[in-house]
């Protein structure tokens, strides 16, 4: 089977695409790659100066939008300025998301800050987004995943770590979170009898600037850290390519899990991922569905 690269993405004209965290990393070539095709990409970005940069970077036809996803407010007023200037939206790509290593902080909203910027952020952005998605004639949502959900378990007597704070463990429990959302979304999807597909991506062991940016509190011993965990990653354009699959092939089934084929999905070209046990599973899905429903407030499907 011949190698899926970013040339095999077909032409975007005529599509708009929103890229959450879409300033750096794996966003950045994301968007890019949808504007070279032809996509109008919103950049989503919390920084907004650092996304009129990476907009001059791509060229294309972008822009600009501020929204914070470890704030409810500012996904609220994102998603309502969105929805009234373009009304049809053809691509969500949830990409952004954090990961500190450092104490336990939390979102504007009280919410740990990994599940409150990784799940919850991006649940209420979906849901409020759901209505120009479906006026898409096949719109798609794409869900970034990570190999440490395979790892990681839902505690829901404490999913805000709020005993026994251990940051890796928060954080590969937000990204199951997040790949459980991807999942239950397509479920409901589906139910709902909705033209709009939920596919999930992860990028393996990628190199961004998530990983120095996380090991900034620890200061040379970090940065040695950081730079020793990055002769293990591959780059940043080939961990793109699982979510820019996800996003751009034709006629994807939903809930499809793209990721790397090689070295336990590390590395590699792109193929279909596997999701662990508790990510697949129904009843964690509806439990999780309905805590986010109640914490953000936002009833998405």
């Known amino acids: 089977m011949t190698e899926w690269t970013a040339d095999h993405i077909p032409d975007q004209h005529g599509r708009t695409a929103v890229v959450t965290g ?28 650092a996304g009129e940069e990476a907009a001059r970077r791509i060229g294309g036809d972008t822009e600009v939008r501020e929204l914070d996803l470890a704030s409810l407010a500012s996904v609220r007023a994102f998603a309502e300025r969105l929805a009234a200037d373009h009304p049809v939206i053809d691509l969500l790509v949830n990409n952004a998301g954090v990961v500190l290593l450092g104490p336990r902080r939390t979102t504007a909203d009280g919410f740990e800050l990994h599940l409150g910027t990784n799940l919850l952020g991006q649940f209420a952005l979906t849901g409020l987004l759901l209505g120009p998605l479906a006026a898409a004639p096949a719109a798609r949502v794409v869900s970034l995943s990570s190999i440490t959900h395979k790892t990681a378990h839902l505690d829901f007597d404490d999913l805000m770590f709020e005993r026994g704070y251990r940051p890796a463990t928060a954080y590969g429990r937000s990204k199951l979170a997040t790949t459980v959302f991807g999942v ?6 589906r139910a709902a ?22 090991w900034e509190h620890r200061g040379r011993l970090g940065r ?14 080939r961990g793109a390519l699982p979510q820019l699959r996800a996003a751009t092939e034709p006629g ?3 809930g499809r899990f ?3 084929a090689g070295l336990w999905e590390t590395r590699g070209r ?16 509806a439990r999780l569905w309905a805590v986010a429903e109640k914490l953000t407030g936002v009833s998405c499907l």
């Not at 879409?22 to 920084?47: I, P």
């Not at 239950?184 to 999807?189: A, F, Y």
């Not at 009898?193 to 996380?214: C, D, E, F, K, M």
């Not at 730079?227 to 591959?234: E, K, P, W």
């Open 224 to 237: 040695l850290i950081a730079s020793a965990g990055l002769l293990a990653t591959q780059p940043v354009e």
């Open 22 to 49: 879409a300033n750096s990393g794996l966003g950045l070539v994301t968007a890019a790659e949808l504007a070279r095709r032809g996509a109008y990409v919103v950049l989503a970005v919390r920084n907004t100066a």
């Open 258 to 260: 793209f990721g790397p």
């Open 270 to 285: 792109v193929t279909d991922a596997r999701l662990s046990e508790e990510a697949a599973d129904p009843a964690v899905g």
């Open 193 to 214: 009898g909705s033209p709009v597909v939920s596919v999930l991506a992860h990028p393996g062991l990628t190199r961004t600037n998530l990983t120095p940016r996380a």
């Open 252 to 254: 994807v089934r939903g």
């Open 184 to 189: 239950e979304l397509d479920r409901r999807l």
